[in-house]
């Protein structure tokens, strides 16, 4: 049987002799960095993901349209398991980096809101985390307190506008090469609300208290109200425990090598734990 590099070395868009090197730092996929005639490329290979509801077809339609929206590279090859994306000249974002670029990600984050949904062809995701936190907990039978915490969080949620998401927010995910800041990695592109991408993007932050003012003034233009201000604090806690649990589902079903899941979950509950013991209590009715 072929290895995974001889299958792509042979696939049909090469111009010439090919050369593939491994890119590491991904979670669930494997990539390649690929170098041709034409110039240099990503390769990256994975199927789907039922367990996490990732399905490439629904990735490929949305790397697409965030292509077209200016967000994302261009895909210009994809077979089942395989999308090959034009590669960035660029650094990946660290955790630090997210805090510091807010004014940069926010008008990012309104394109893709605004822009991707409205390109994004075939059938599509829909994204809440409340539905997937539960759907975790009872696929690995975690402990049920989770799902308890799951629908106090739900209940302080307002009603917002349904819009195209990223919803996986991680510093890995930002890049920044040619001038302009990029967002990759489009798995769990999906319908959502905004709430869930503000929350993500300030949980894989690490941001304070200071901090999400600052991102929540800058996206809603000021106009916060106390009750979005105590959603986000409750879609924050939830983004973690999503990401917590994420990694314990990975650790069961995946095992991708050289991936520490366990330390991954750990980080993640221990974000979770803190903001729960933050979060102002439930508004009495």
């Not at 990539?31 to 367990?51: F, L």
């Not at 990401?243 to 750990?266: F, I, Q």
Request: proline letters at 6%; glycine letters at 8%.
């Amino acid at each position: 049987m072929d290895s995974l590099p001889d299958k792509l070395s042979r696939l049909p868009i090469w111009q010439g002799p090919v050369t593939l090197e491994p890119l590491k730092g991904g979670l669930t996929n494997i990539s390649y960095v690929a170098t041709d005639r034409g110039g240099r490329y990503v390769v990256r290979c994975g199927a789907d993901i039922p367990v996490h509801h990732v399905f490439r077809d629904r990735e490929r339609a949305a790397s697409i349209a965030a292509f077209e929206a200016g967000l994302s590279p261009e895909v210009v090859y994809s077979e089942p398991g395989i999308m090959v994306l034009r590669f960035i000249d660029g650094r990946t974002f660290s955790e630090a980096d997210l805090a510091a670029n807010v004014g940069r990600i926010v008008p990012l984050l309104r394109n893709c809101h605004t822009n991707v949904g409205r390109r994004v062809r075939g059938p599509a995701n829909a994204f809440w985390v409340f539905h997937v936190i539960r759907d975790y907990v009872r696929l690995i039978d975690a402990d049920p307190k989770y799902l308890a915490l799951a629908d106090e969080l739900e209940r302080a949620q307002v009603p917002m506008p349904v819009v195209f998401g990223h919803h996986d927010l991680l510093p890995g995910n930002f890049m920044e090469g040619g001038g302009k800041l990029w967002l990759i990695d489009w798995e769990y592109g999906a319908f959502g609300t905004a709430m869930f991408d503000l929350a993500n993007l300030s949980s894989n932050g690490g941001f304070g208290e200071g901090e999400d003012a600052t991102l929540l003034d800058a996206y809603f233009e000021g106009k916060v109200s106390a009750d979005l201000r105590r959603a986000f604090a409750a879609m924050k806690a939830a983004s973690a425990l999503r990401e917590a649990l994420w990694a314990m589902v990975s650790d069961v079903h995946l095992k991708t090598p050289g991936v520490d899941y366990a330390a991954h979950a750990n980080d993640y509950f221990r974000r979770f734990e803190q903001l729960i013991a933050d979060r102002e209590p439930p508004a009495r009715s």
